[in-house]
């Protein structure tokens, strides 16, 4: 063989041999569990992305490791490494070097995570890593109408006067029909209208995500509850209905239809009654401050008002003077693609009155000032809300777009004795509304998610109130009376806020960069007018009008970063904004403009001790301008005792808030604990003074620095005891507060400390017998801070009920509701509710008859003593007594 032929020979040798090595190219890794324990026989697929097509693949050992072969001549950068195994969430991680490891941890997949059942005869609790499944059947009574009456007995579940559910001590965001979310947050009106009877289980989901693109990417501390429906429910037409009449002079109806299809949810329903029960407490949006500071369009509340007036720690139902009227529809379409469309619109109508009567007392250093009085109020309520969602929710695609539109007009009257003054008053309040929020989140093929969002709103607020005649016409008419004061005010809104962002998702961290804009356009307009005995109508003083006009405007970028992992979850939030506001009124030759850069970090941690038990850690720093209310300089009568401006500089705020805590649960013995600590200092550039007079206070703004800070402590534990079928519960509340008051001329350090101690049970003593007991015991104590005697009130509420259904088709309830105060220098109050009921269904029929009394020892009146700072207030209201009414009821 020549020389020739040999080197041919060698170089052909020498290209198989590369080729050879190329085809060999292997990658490497190893694949364990959250907890570092080797995951074998799992998956692991080599996906080309560009076509989407499996081009490789291989199983890890008995050890989790893994060898992989890469294909000749394909480019490393279109590669991408995905793992699966039974029981985990599928990971996925492109290539980027061929000679690197590729690692993977898997988290517990929440769907097919080997579940621990609890067994009691049967199974009522389910845990799935981060979601429990409350099988309802097993803790409903034979008298629980709603689910809500079901989920007030949940181990770990507590539920608030208010409707809010907490679970552990957390609040939870959302409640969840069959995974659609019908009703956003407003989930009263699920609790409070869907038979328990159709739902299978009540679901608490940890960590929950809603939008698919983000799943896994970016730390979500979220509780949200899902109601999963039995399958015979979901083909026909739900209705629980219920009519009655009663004595004196009631009524109650509750019509409602729904549906719980696949593709299409509905809760439609129309409700009346004047027996106390409030349908508006429905309509409470549970994330109402959360959304707020989202959108950071700080809108001033109402600025005037009949008077202050404390609501009793009573049921609302207890002492509400009411004519309601309640019609709600919320439906929801679901089509192909993940497509919904939601329509959630109600109209509301209410007629109420409210008597009371009442002492406010101010102690001063060295002076103590008194208000007395006595307010028969009405009021009459139009309010008319709409909202219409378009969404699509998919892996890789999130459209979200709410239009809002809020349309309400209330009318209050008064007569009012106050100081020995008898006066009438009437207010109007006609505010209206409209929003639409766009936000649309996509993922791109290099796995990047881009997000675009766009808040617009309009709002306007027209007040008028009207009080006479003579009242403290020193003060307002030269000391010559006169027939009334007419206060109006204003404050037209107009506010967008919108910003592109970007997310760059990585094996371990998500950094999101975001960048944007918000505009605020508001005017102050009020005036302060005396109608004389003539009917000729001035102004009271040049400094009782506003023309104010204010814009703010905000450039802002933002970097986030994320650590959604199954251990460790964190969030970091660093953003920074650039504000400019300029406000003007040249009725006082105010014109002003500020620049400010803000930075207002937020960390968030979240560490799993154990796969149930977790600490969390939370940090913010918030700087802010103050808003429209703060500045005007015309007076404006709030209210009958207060008569309020500001001065020309601007309130600048810090908020400094801390939390920790820790979550402990053991599902196999139903054992639910908590205990959460908190911080919060905020500071102001300027305070409040107060001239307090025997007839009227005087407030100003001030340029003087002004800080609070408040500690609080709060512990809850659940436990199911299997045995007795009984859940007990037990909370404990410490809560420090130090605030400053500038009142007459002096600062006045307060220190205010409430104590709070519960415990509950709920007992079922077999099939025939349930008792329910919950307790609340509250101390409140304030005094100023160089003083040596306090302030206390001392309060203990209790409630019972007993259920006993001899027969299936006969059950009797009789509860109970006692109330205990106490303040040294005055008489203890106390006071007992009773009320019972009678349901009885005949044999032949769908009807069931329920005869009730509410309030049977007919308490008419009601009185309770309050404590703030440095003033006490004893109030007593008037009660509307017996009520015994018969209702039937059916199903459809």
Not at 88 to 97: A, L
Not at 234 to 243: A, C, D, F, N, Y
Not at 660 to 678: E, T, V
Request: net charge positive.
């Amino acid at each position: 063989m020549t020389n020739r032929c040999i080197k041919v020979l060698n170089l052909s040798l020498i290209a198989l041999l590369l080729s050879l090595a190329g085809l060999a190219q292997n990658i490497r890794g190893r694949v364990t569990d959250s907890t570092g324990k080797a995951v074998p026989y799992a998956s692991i697929n080599l996906v080309d992305s560009v076509n989407n097509r499996i081009i490789g693949y291989a199983v890890t050992d008995a050890g989790g490791a893994y060898t992989l072969s890469l294909p000749a001549n394909t480019p490393v950068s279109k590669l991408v490494i995905k793992v699966m195994s039974i029981g985990y969430k599928t990971r996925s991680r492109p290539i980027t070097d061929a000679h690197l490891a590729y690692d993977f941890i898997l988290s517990v997949s929440a769907n097919q995570l080997q579940s621990v059942e609890i067994r009691n005869s049967r199974p009522v609790l389910r845990a799935h890593g981060d979601t429990l499944a409350y099988k309802v059947s097993a803790f409903a009574g034979a008298q629980d109408m709603v689910i809500g009456d079901v989920i007030k007995k949940l181990p770990g579940i507590t539920v608030s006067s208010d409707g809010t559910i907490y679970y552990n001590n957390k609040p939870v965001s959302n409640v969840y029909i069959d995974g659609d979310n019908l009703l956003d947050d407003k989930y009263n009106i699920a609790t409070s209208t869907i038979p328990h009877g159709v739902v299978e289980q009540v679901q608490v989901i940890q960590n929950d995500q809603p939008v698919k693109v983000l799943r896994n990417k970016v730390m979500s501390d979220d509780v949200a509850l899902n109601l999963t429906i039995k399958k015979g429910a979901k083909m026909q037409l739900i209705g629980q209905e219920s009519v009655g009449a009663g004595l004196p002079h009631h009524y109650d109806v509750d019509l409602n239809a729904m549906m719980f299809k696949d593709n299409y949810k509905a809760i439609n329903y129309l409700k009346g009654n004047n027996t106390g029960y409030d349908p508006q407490q429905e309509l409470v949006a549970h994330n109402l401050s959360n959304h707020e500071q989202l959108v950071d369009n700080a809108m001033p509340a109402a600025l005037l008002s009949l008077g202050t007036v404390n609501n009793p720690a009573l049921s609302r139902s207890r002492y509400l003077f009411n004519q309601s009227g309640l019609l709600n529809l919320n439906n929801l379409l679901k089509f192909r693609h993940d497509i919904q469309i939601k329509l959630n619109a109600w109209y509301f109508h209410d007629n109420q009155r409210q008597d009371y009567s009442q002492v406010s007392t101010i102690f001063l250093p060295g002076d103590t000032v008194a208000y007395y009085s006595t307010q028969q109020k009405r009021s009459r309520t139009d309010l008319l809300h709409t909202q219409f969602t378009f969404n699509i929710n998919r892996n890789r695609y999130y459209l979200n777009d709410a239009l809002v539109l809020d349309n309400s007009q209330t009318a209050y009257y008064s007569n009012l004795n106050t100081n020995n003054a008898t006066l009438e008053q009437v207010l109007h309040d006609k505010p209206l509304s409209f929003s639409n929020e766009f936000n649309l989140i996509r993922s791109l093929r290099s796995n990047h998610i881009i997000q675009a969002y766009s808040y617009v709103s309009h709002s306007a607020e027209p007040e008028y109130r009207t009080i006479g005649p003579d009242y403290e016409p020193e003060i307002f008419n030269g000391n010559n009376k006169y027939a009334q004061l007419i206060q109006r005010v204003n404050v037209p809104t107009w506010y967008t806020t919108n910003y592109l962002s970007l997310k760059i998702p990585a094996n371990f961290i998500t950094q999101s960069f975001k960048a944007g804009f918000s505009v605020q356009s508001q005017k102050l307009r009020s005036g302060l007018d005396v109608v004389q005995v003539d009917d000729k109508i001035n102004q009271v003083s040049d400094s009782s009008m506003n023309n104010l006009s204010w814009t703010r405007t905000k450039v802002y970028a933002e970097a986030d970063y994320d650590l959604p992992g199954p251990v460790l979850q964190a969030n970091l939030s660093l953003p920074v904004s650039l504000q400019q506001l300029n406000y003007s009124d040249n009725r006082y030759a105010l014109n002003k403009q500020l620049t400010r850069v803000y930075y207002n970090p937020l960390l968030r941690i979240k560490y799993q001790v154990s796969p149930e038990n977790y600490l969390f850690l939370s940090y913010n720093y918030r700087n802010q301008m103050g808003t429209i209310e703060d500045i005007y300089q015309g007076y404006i009568l709030k209210d009958y005792l207060t008569l309020y401006a500001n001065s020309a500089e601007l309130i600048e705020k810090r908020d400094q808030k801390a939390s920790a805590g820790f979550s402990y649960r053991k599902s196999l013995q139903m054992l639910f604990a908590s205990l959460n600590i908190s911080y919060d200092h905020p500071a102001a550039n300027k305070i409040a003074s107060a001239i307090i007079t025997n007839n009227l206070q005087q407030q100003v703004m001030l340029p003087y620095p002004n800080a609070a800070g408040s500690w609080a402590v709060s512990s809850t534990a659940s436990k199911y005891f299997f045995a007795l079928k009984t859940t007990f519960s037990a909370g404990l509340q410490w809560q420090h507060t130090r605030s400053v008051q500038l009142q007459n001329d002096q600062l006045l350090s307060f220190n205010t400390i409430t104590k709070t101690g519960s415990l509950g049970a709920n007992i079922k003593a077999g099939k025939q017998v349930a008792i329910d007991y919950n307790a609340t015991f509250i101390q409140t104590g304030s005094h100023a801070a160089a003083a040596a005697s306090a302030n206390h009130i001392n309060q203990l509420q209790q409630q019972a009920s007993v259920e006993y259904n001899p027969l299936t088709n006969v059950q009797f309830r009789l509860s109970g509701e006692y109330y205990f105060t106490r303040r040294a220098g005055n008489p203890d109050l106390q006071y007992f509710f009773a009320d019972g009921s009678v349901k009885f269904k005949p044999n032949k029929g769908k009807t069931k008859f329920e005869l009730s009394a509410v309030n049977m020892l007919n308490v008419k009146t009601y009185k309770a003593f309050y404590l703030q700072a440095n003033m006490f207030t004893a109030s007593s209201y008037t009660l509307p007594g017996r009520i015994v009414m018969l209702k039937a009821m059916f199903k459809i």
